[in-house]
């Protein structure tokens, strides 16, 4: 298969979400049926039909934490965890938000952290941004800060952040070192980081492994997890570990249509129904804490 370049990866991600993004923006009372129910598919949890069914915030979020957020923030929530549950925010901490789309984590967060507390919300899609300004207005989240920017190069000073939070957007990134780096780089010592993100365990087939479709769909750029967080502990971070894992229903992902060409194309051809049963407990949602360590000594 062919190989992507970085720059490839982002634009295909910035559209695709872009896109999202934009069915709220120009045409919110018809958003609910259609991007979003399909970007979930591939951070669902494995479980009934009608669990499979359910859409944007309410997979992922107790009922009480939408209770008073419009649907252009929850029915345009795509992520795979809900990290600010165990983020264990305090009032007048600053939280970054790594790809914050519609800001329903933003919104969250600002919650727990209060007046006294700022948020911020880092997203490369100019869509996502947009549409994220215009849900904090609605909710009149005061505190929340959302700017246009990569998270291999976040816009923000040195020793800045006491908590970053992602929901599944870090696997997006064809270079995670750099995300991590710069993760290490914002946090003040002793900041915690608190992530959700896609994994795999294994090696995936090839014709999930090459499709853009699937690196917008959170899969192909998708790290064995070891591997993930060895780069969170090479970055400096420490007491990286692991606090949930839920195996994710693959059923979504062979049906689009790239993946399906490719299938197509391979020699000898390759059947849905194999391709399913190889991605079958091989795709994890996973949610994710670390720290960077406190300074050792004071500076003379």
Known sequence: MTTRTADEIKEEVRRAYGQAASQFVDAPAQASCCEPRAQASCCDSAGTAQ???????????AEGELADLPESVTEAAMGCGNPTAIASLQPGEVVLDLGSGGGIDCFLAAERVGPTGRVIGLDMTPEMIKLARRNAKKVGATNVDFRYGEMEEMPLPDASVDVIISNCVINLSPDKDAVFAEAFRVLKPGGRISVSDIVTHGQ??????????????????????????????????????????????????????????????????????????QLDGKIASVTVMARKPEESCCPS
């Open 204 to 277: 995936l087939p090839e014709a999930v492994g090459g499709s853009v479709m699937a690196w917008a769909g959170c899969v192909a750029g998708a790290l064995d997890e070891e591997a993930y967080l060895e780069k969170m502990r090479a970055a400096g971070l420490t007491d990286v570990a692991i606090t949930q894992r839920v195996y994710a229903n693959p059923e979504g992902l062979v049906d689009a249509s790239e993946i399906q060409e490719a299938l197509a194309k391979m020699d000898p051809p390759v059947s849905v129904d194999w391709l399913r049963s």
């Open 51 to 61: 669990e499979v069914e359910t859409i944007g915030a309410a997979r992922l979020y």
